[in-house]
């Protein structure tokens, strides 16, 4: 069974800063894909980012960008330029290749973007 | 597109009662997975279903069952319910079985409580 990690309960960062959020996973599996989720207080989870574990290029979506570690089974979050909608809980998320594989989430972090 | 709606938002049941909660995919997505989100956790996944049939399942009881419709709708029953039931259930949708690495859209959940 794959397990993801989230070892930051809670993060706090000021509007336009820079904040990394963490993720480990364990896993055997060579090819398979990992996922950021964020969830605002509206509880609908939304897609952030994408990285495909065959792909070395870390994988950037404007202001979200990861730093993804094969090796290490380190997956991490950037978040450039923080702003007050990104107050949210965010969901690290590993799935594995192939069909009817589901989604393996870690419990999260909650973030807070301060004025 | 018109996103992923479940139905209802809120609910009460009593221990050992029965449940039905309801979700309508986005168009044209044939996959559909179902997740329970306890509080301050991240979501599990129960399960998966592809064109009507079940072609995933999570490690939950087989008293949590569900069914897909051609419509693009598709239902949670849980029987017989358990005060550890109490939690958030995502309804989540993809195109296919293929595309699911490419993320799910989610919807806004069904808080249900157990009293």
């Known amino acids: 069974a794959q397990t993801v990690t989230q070892s930051q309960p809670e993060m706090s960062v000021q509007e336009a800063e820079t904040v990394t959020l963490s993720c480990t996973y364990d896993?055997?599996?060579?090819?398979?894909?990992l996922f950021w989720y964020k969830q605002p207080p509206s509880r609908q989870m939304i897609l952030v980012i994408r990285?495909?574990?065959?792909?070395?290029q870390n994988a950037t979506e404007n202001r979200f960008s990861v730093n993804f570690q094969k090796a290490a089974k380190s997956f991490s979050l950037k978040i450039s330029d923080s702003q007050l909608g990104d107050t949210a809980m965010y969901f690290c998320?590993?799935?594995?290749?192939?069909?009817?594989?589901?989604?393996?989430f870690g419990k999260g972090t909650s973030l807070l973007v301060t004025p | 597109e018109t996103g992923v709606t479940q139905s209802p938002t809120h609910l009460i049941k009593t221990r050992g009662q029965q449940v039905t909660l309801r979700c309508s995919s986005q168009?044209?997505?044939?996959?559909v997975s179902w997740y329970q989100q306890a509080l301050g956790q991240g979501p599990q996944f129960i399960f998966q279903y592809y064109r009507e049939e079940e072609n995933g399942r999570g490690n939950f009881p087989p008293r949590f069952s569900g069914l897909q419709f051609p419509n693009y709708s598709s239902e949670l029953n849980v029987n017989a319910l358990e005060l550890d039931d109490s939690a958030l259930y995502l309804c989540a949708s993809s195109l296919d079985s293929r595309t699911t690495s490419y993320g799910y859209t989610f919807g806004s959940g069904t808080r249900l409580t157990v009293v």
């Open positions: 990285q495909e574990a065959y792909k070395q």
């Open positions: 998320a590993f799935m594995k290749h192939g069909t009817g594989y589901a989604l393996n």
């Open positions: 896993t055997s599996e060579n090819n398979y894909y």
């Open positions: 168009s044209g997505h044939n996959t």
